[in-house]
């Protein structure tokens, strides 16, 4: 899948970046023109020589190189395909991540408009430091895709996961991204999908919210772009960052979400109810602040409408319709209930029994129900893995 693929490979300076020459090897024999970039320490633990040979081409350091000709950092973003960094020391993800651009290994990040893949490698504490799981958050959600490091011996002599992802799993890696991108079952499908929590005011500075972070639908959404659908999320309040492909509808209430989500439900070929919409709003939202009088308070609650529900009552022929269900009592009957109640195709049951799974990680295991009551069940997986799994399922149910 990389045959023609112009790649940029940036070498930052670890030392793993011995293993940078037979990445940039792999790649070349996989058909992918390569272009390499390396910071300037990156040189002190291999020399430019090595890649430059191995690419067949010049390798760029500096913005300028003999007689004054100027690497222009624009045009690289712009020629590339994908953009490889192995290995991303810390220091490097975190001037990525700050858009610290010091170097033009970072100015030609900043100009890319392909996809970024970052494979990191430092000693498992660097890793591990809240500092740099930060960093690979914040490069997460600008879309940039992270190879994990894995677990062994490292340079140091301790032992944990820091060592950078071996050539040949950043090249399958990379083949497997292309694989998927480039097959689009979806192109011509409308695609909505609910995301995030929702809101509900009490009074003009409090709300009753709850702990979805939206990342699951935004990643659902993003995989149902790539496989060529025109994609629609009404979202709550996140901080999760769209593509710029995909139109979002942003809103705060549950009746705010309901509205949207009916405006674009006509045209909807599939619609995905990730949202963790509240259950209940308060009954009388109070116009000035509520002041603390006593030891306890009570204020009335209300029903929210059932947004799935009152969509799947009005389901078309030919629409599909996927729910979500997070359980944490009789997990499997209540999904399955939700599943015919609500006129669903697929319900994908969450669990908060699972560590690493549900609100706030980038990792989910999930089980895809559907109406044969056949059950589909993930590994715990990056929640981008889980949306291709998820897609899978609902392109198995689609007719041909």
Same mark, same amino acid.
């Given at each position: ?20 020459? /037979? ?115 914040? =490069? ?75 990342? /699951? ?39 705010? /979400? ?87 195709? =697929? ?47 609902? =392109? ?5």
């Amino acid at each position: 899948m990389l045959i023609g693929k112009k790649i940029l490979l940036g070498v930052s300076a670890s030392i793993a970046a011995y293993k940078a020459a /037979m990445l940039c090897r792999l790649l070349v024999k996989e058909g992918a023109e390569v272009q390499v970039i390396m910071t300037a320490d990156a040189q002190e633990f291999i020399g430019p020589l090595t890649l430059a040979t191995l690419s067949k081409r010049p390798v760029y350091s500096n913005y300028t190189g003999e007689n004054g000709t100027w690497h222009n950092h624009v045009e690289l973003g712009l020629w590339a395909d994908a953009m490889v960094i192995a290995p991303a020391t810390a220091n490097t993800l975190a001037k990525a991540a700050h858009a610290q651009s010091d170097n033009l290994l970072i100015a030609t990040y900043l100009s890319a408009r392909c996809p970024v893949f970052w494979a990191p490698a430092m000693d498992l504490d660097m890793y591990a430091h809240p500092g740099t799981q930060a960093n690979l958050k914040t =490069l997460s959600s600008f879309g940039n895709q992270i190879i994990e490091p894995n677990d062994g011996e490292l340079a140091s002599g301790l032992s944990g996961k820091g060592r950078l992802a071996e050539p040949e799993e950043i090249v399958a890696y990379l083949s497997n991204y292309f694989k998927k991108s480039s097959y689009q079952p979806l192109i011509g499908k409308k695609v909505m999908i609910t995301a995030g929590p929702t809101q509900e005011h009490l009074d003009p500075v409090r709300y009753i919210t709850n702990h979805s972070t939206g990342k /699951m639908g935004y990643a659902i959404a993003e995989c149902a772009a790539q496989l060529g659908a025109e994609v629609t999320i009404v979202s709550g309040p996140v901080q999760v960052k769209a593509s710029s492909s995909i139109k979002v509808v942003k809103v705060a209430s549950a009746l705010e /979400m309901l509205d949207a989500a009916q405006t674009a439900f006509a045209e909807t070929d599939i619609a995905i109810y990730t949202a963790a919409v509240a259950d209940y709003r308060s009954a009388d939202i109070a116009q000035e602040k509520i002041k603390k009088k006593g030891d306890t308070i009570s204020i009335e609650l209300v029903k929210n409408p059932d947004i799935a529900a009152i969509l799947g009552s009005q389901k078309k022929e030919g629409q599909i319709f996927v729910g979500f269900a997070l359980e944490t009592e009789n997990e499997l009957e209540n999904a399955q209930g939700k599943l015919l109640r609500k006129n669903l195709d =697929l319900i994908v049951l969450n669990s908060l029994k699972t560590e690493g799974a549900g609100f706030g990680h980038d990792t989910n295991l999930v089980h895809v129900i559907n109406r044969n009551n056949q059950i589909f069940t993930t590994g715990l997986l990056p929640k981008t893995e889980i949306a291709h799994l998820i897609w899978e399922q609902i =392109l198995a149910i689609i007719p041909a």
